[in-house]
């Protein structure tokens, strides 16, 4: 079975979705669970979901590592008309997951304890994200 | 069902095989779609199909985060006497994607309006590349 | 079918766990295969095992990018009372895979010739680590 879960963002940062997703297979018995999310400026990421600066460092960091096209280390970059945040989004969604598998057992994803699902918005604006999921049953 | 695509390389950077893979699951129905790379030295990517620049602007940021063993700053890298674009080649391998997992809803990987499916070699020199792919109807 | 493999780690570095992968789905004829850890700090990574030293610069490079929270370039982040390596390997985990999926060919994971699955550790301390497989017959 497929279905489509609908995340709204207002800049950029880490939104969880991990209820939508355990509701969605609950009953379903044992077997795989896909998600992939249809953009290239934002990323699906397993984290953390106990303490929240875990969040927040995370989206710190990066914004480091891929700092805005305005800043002058990122001065060689050429796709800037669509605003600095954006080429600096497409890196960060070649660098973190645009899919996740996560197996399935008598209707609950294999997470562990601290696993949470998180979608990982790269732009500045608000957006409202698509993530395509599917379940095949064993 | 099962087959692998072939992708001739020329160099660093990205390779769109998209059609090859739309092509393949076509008449298919509902489903999932995998991609596995058979290599360590080049990544999958789904990535924007629309301006090409964003392509060689992951190109230029990914060199510039792994630069050449050659460069002083990666120095106390020990694997190199395959080249200097070899280690380089492989921690990037490491950073993005070896596996792809896309739904397949009506014979249609469930793709977003600008995304495309890459291939993003590593290493200078000429290479012939094998993508296997699976494909599981619902 | 689904099962959970168990890693014993020391101290950061990739420990590689191919056999007991390809010892499970042997004689399971066609089909995909997933494995999904469980965990925030460490990651799976597909790569070269013919040399040793590629798995000794993995490490390096990423210790390097992503240094302890008690290096100055780190001063930024906030979660730290978990030990100086605990927010960089969470960062590490954002950055390589959670989930790997691979396709299985005669009771065989199409693995390339050079390619070996590992677990890759981004903590100090010794841990036992969980991988959730999941294998589906086509």
């Known amino acids: 079975m497929q279905t489509r879960f609908s995340i709204s963002t207002h800049g950029q940062g880490l939104y969880?979705?991990?209820?939508?997703?355990?509701?969605?297979?609950?009953?379903?018995?044992?077997?795989l669970?896909?998600?992939?999310?249809?953009?290239?400026?934002?990323?699906?990421?397993?984290q953390e979901n106990a303490d929240p600066e875990v969040q927040s460092d995370l989206r710190a960091y990066f914004a480091r590592l891929v700092p805005?096209?305005?800043?002058?280390?990122?001065?060689?970059?050429?796709h800037t008309y669509e605003g600095?945040?954006?080429?600096?989004?497409?890196?960060?969604?070649?660098m973190m997951?645009?899919?996740l598998s996560i197996p399935v057992s008598a209707g609950r994803p294999v997470l562990?304890?601290?696993q949470g699902i998180y979608l990982f918005e790269h732009?500045?604006?608000?957006?409202?994200?698509?993530?395509a999921a599917h379940f095949l049953a064993d």
Not at 69 to 78: C, I, N, Q, R, V
Not at 84 to 94: N, Q, S, V, Y
Not at 123 to 131: F, G, I, N, P, Y
């Open 68 to 78: 805005p096209t305005t800043d002058p280390s990122m001065a060689y970059l050429t």
């Open 123 to 131: 732009r500045d604006a608000r957006h409202t994200r698509t993530v």
């Open 16 to 31: 969880e979705f991990t209820r939508d997703v355990t509701r969605w297979v609950a009953g379903q018995g044992d077997g």
């Open 33 to 46: 669970l896909t998600l992939f999310v249809r953009h290239t400026s934002c990323s699906l990421l397993i």
């Open 112 to 114: 562990g304890t601290w």
């Open 84 to 94: 600095p945040d954006d080429m600096p989004a497409h890196i960060k969604a070649a």
């Open 97 to 99: 997951p645009v899919s």
